[in-house]
């Protein structure tokens, strides 16, 4: 008889449960729960009270709601005796936080605290903490805080302490009453094994959190407010357990909730893009996943300790235990395309995809691969969504160049992609320079199978072969594979990620590798690139900052 | 009785001729010629042979087949007797030029041209004579010619010479069998008249004469080819007759085309641009005028001889006699517009226009006019087609700076109009820095009839109050005010063009002034408008001129 694991991977409109043949990484089903409440950014679910902009907020029973209604159906659907599932691992998106009372229990779902903002789960995507990160990053290079080093120089509003210090500078009755503060990766973990566990890989990404320092010190949270200085040993905690391990076994009550059986191992917590590293088959330095989505997250394992300028940050053990994990990443890709299709895309087109059957984003293809490399002499930053990395700036703004009144729609839509490719040579030029080899690219997500043109753009670009994962839900398997892990090799999973990822995890065969005439032509214009790049991005011309603040001004 | 002028306007595509009444200025009625053949550029009209890129051809019948239906046609439809028709005037585009016969047969009429495309007239747009542009300007500034200077230090492949070079260069016997070489404005008027005359309009600013010097010397012409040495003598015309004299009356035969009585005072020829300014009520310095269609004429009267970098050339006696007539322009205005609707507007809102029974630009106007200044926090460069004034540069390109996903169609509409008054405004200031004086602007063409949005943000942006042609047909207008003039006060038309103007062109009531507060905004970023009109037009950055190289090398 096979054995079984299943991933559950946290999204932001909804949780996807994926059943996975551990002997061969095969996906036997998968089922989606689609969030009751979604994003919640216009107004509390129950009662009208109506929240600020750049809110985002969930509701946390839609977690539970997804172990009660995506799990039990993907058992049913793929036939597969709960019995034989002997692992369950979950991935989230991240920094998701939550404040809770000592039993776990939601501040959200207590009756007086139900219409209180603050007390529901923050999203990664809450943009409201941004004069809090202000804070935390103006005090910590005031004091010399040397973790800022991990971070790029930078942290990001998104991340655990600046929705923290929002919530006590917004709502200190929330905050007081918070016995816990935690991410909503470890609160799912908590629920379905009763205790709780802090992970390594959102503790040291989004947490400042390090294996050899620790968190800041109190000194450094007391700067921030006084009332922070032991936030760590009163609401947090400084155990913090390496990515890998097992956090428990399914409670009776988790097991009425999913139909699997008590005691069934559970991992420890992970986050989406993280988990996708060994479902990619990377557990070794040298080669880079891409997670390529809206936005694109790029990842890749270290031996050594390095600072990177521009990353996102870096963590030991924080994606592979053992190795020192890299994160970078691109704010706009796949956003950037369907800005795109949205807003500049002329009728004739529609009604010409239209008339072939085909996708829009097929034709624009289309289109574009006839294009020889550098004949629309377009050029693009590809920052319509700010730049992650390497500048780590959030004010910086899309550029287009080369424009003629014979400029077609496709030339455009080419530019961005390339735009795209260029902005991800900087980041592994980056990595590459300051001691963090990379030899090869593995993408998974959505865009590499939706669009062949711009894989091999990015080949003929960036000159590395880049291969693709087999997993179109690479997330959920890696979940999968560290519920394996969990279990064991005793109870027929593995005992540790590498042995999972060897027979688990699979590329297609199929590897782009750069065109050298392309290559060629794509080296010239992408010097052109740096110099745009580096001029507009690292103060020579602030430009985007002053229109900006020109733009913030009138909107008052 | 009243007494009437007929203006007869050689456009791109058609010819039109409107008759107005001396006394007030009132246009009587208007008739359109569409030339039989248009613009010919992709084969010659009877027989195969095809075009290079880049060519652009006239059929000359087709100017007489303007004189021979649309003349008679606004006389019958406007019920005015013809001998009550004192006057005659044209305007042309320039600079479009012909070879003919020394009785003025155009070469291409004659059977063994016929089918040799440098026999035909070679609009201006015909921009394949560029190699011989560059091989004048390069051998004049060798030579240390002092007549670059009025151009800016650059002449244009449009222009009489550089046409002049490349039907030598390419078809040296259809140069040996031409014995004139001319304008087709003083070729129409030679037909008209029987006699040849050259006006001083298209002489200064496409054939580099000027009252003082003349032609460029003999030895200039003879270091470009030595078969050119002797072209002024052998092929043109040292006598050049300023704007607003008489060339002659209408011949017999004219006569019998028009309608028109015999001896009907014909003015000497103009240009379409030129022609305009004292349509718009300019015959004084100070005041500058816009000719506001696909590209942009901006005209201004000087009484002082002035060297202003980057214009496109200035000529004594060129627009009004006793004047220097200044010329400046932009190549990208009404074109910028319409490639960005054809190209860049997505179906919804053709829908929404239709549904609504607008244009679409019209829609594109009402949603960016209740936009305020700032808030799309965008910028662009208007180098959609190269920069006339004051870089002189064909091979600079557009830019768009500060797109965010949150960008809507509308907002970069707006900003490419913005982009056009900033332009104007450097212009302006050029002007101004440099000694040509100007206080106040007129404008006329299409634009200003269609946008009232768009002279709204002009007004803004340069901070003068912007006046508007009463007529819609200003260089037809303007050339039945020369023919007004050349038929004399005795005949009852006048002795001069200011006394023309004064009672024939008339401005619309409306003034456009700015409003104080979107100019405080424009002030900002006409700032960061500066900033990189000077880094991407000056040299600091050539990366619009290294894509458009990297263009012209994979197009090849």
Not at 388 to 405: K, N
Not at 525 to 530: L, R, S, T
Request: include cysteine; glycine fraction near 10%.
């Amino acid at each position: 008889m096979g054995k079984y694991s299943i991933g559950v991977d946290f999204g932001t409109e909804s949780g996807r449960a994926v059943l996975v043949d551990i002997a061969s990484g095969r996906e036997m089903g998968t089922a989606v729960y689609p969030y009751s409440h979604g994003v919640i950014d216009e107004q509390l679910p129950d009662g009208g009270v109506r929240l600020e902009p750049d809110w985002a907020l969930q509701d946390p029973q839609d977690y539970l709601r997804t172990f009660q209604n995506a799990v039990p159906q993907v058992l049913r659907e793929s036939g597969i005796d709960p019995s034989d599932v002997i692992g369950i691992g979950i991935d989230f998106t991240a920094c998701t936080m939550l404040p809770v009372k000592a039993d776990g229990t939601p501040l959200c779902d207590l009756p007086e605290f139900r219409n209180r903002p603050h007390a529901w789960v923050k999203l990664w995507k809450h943009h409201a903490a941004q004069p809090e990160a202000d804070r935390i990053n103006h005090t910590a290079r005031e004091m010399g805080e040397s973790w800022l080093d991990r971070y790029g120089g930078k942290i990001s509003s998104e991340w655990f302490f600046a929705k923290t210090l929002q919530i006590l500078d917004e709502d200190p009755q929330v905050y007081e009453a918070a016995d816990r503060l935690l991410e909503a990766a470890d609160w799912v973990v908590w629920q379905l094994t009763g205790v709780e566990t802090r992970n390594s890989c959102t503790a040291g990404y989004k947490a400042m959190w390090s294996k050899r320092e620790g968190f800041p010190r109190k000194e450094f949270f007391k700067a921030l407010d006084p009332r922070l200085e032991n936030v760590i040993d009163e609401k947090l905690s400084r155990k913090i357990i390496p990515i890998g391990q097992r956090a428990g076994g399914l409670t009776e009550q988790a097991a009425g909730w999913t139909g699997l059986k008590p005691g069934t191992a559970v991992a420890i917590a992970n986050v989406d893009a993280h988990v996708a590293v060994p479902a990619a088959t990377v557990t070794e330095p040298g080669r880079m996943v891409m997670i390529m989505g809206t936005s694109t997250c790029d990842m890749v394992l270290g031996s050594e300790e390095r600072i990177v300028p521009g990353m996102c940050g870096y963590t030991e053990d924080g994606i592979i235990p053992g190795f020192f994990g890299y994160e970078a990443g691109q704010s706009c890709v796949g956003d950037h395309f369907a800005w795109f299709v949205e807003n500049c895309v002329p009728a004739a087109y529609d009604e010409e995809a239209k008339k072939r059957g085909m996708d829009i984003h097929q034709l624009l293809e289309e289109k574009a691969g006839k294009l020889k490399v550098g004949e629309s002499g377009l050029l693009a930053l590809d920052w319509w969504n700010g730049n992650r990395s390497v500048l780590v700036d959030v004010d910086l703004t899309g550029l287009l160049i080369g424009a003629t009144l014979a400029t077609k729609p496709e030339e455009i839509y080419r530019a961005l992609i390339e735009a795209t490719a260029f902005g991800k040579r900087i980041i592994i030029e980056t990595f590459q320079k300051n001691g963090v080899p990379i030899h090869e690219l593995v993408a998974c997500g959505g865009l590499p199978e939706k669009n062949k043109l711009l894989m091999q753009i990015y080949a003929d670009v960036i000159g590395l072969p880049i291969r693709v994962s087999a997993s179109k839900q690479t997330p959920a398997l890696g979940s999968a594979m560290f519920g394996a892990v969990a279990a064991g090799k005793a109870q027929g999973g593995y005992d540790s990620i590498y042995e999972a990822a060897r027979e688990m995890a699979h590329l297609k065969a199929e590897v782009y590798t750069a065109n050298k005439a392309n290559q060629a032509v794509y080296e010239k214009i992408y010097a052109e690139y740096v110099l745009l790049h580096d001029y507009f991005g690292r103060g020579a011309n602030d430009a985007m900052k002053h229109l900006k603040k020109i733009k913030a001004e009138v909107r008052k």
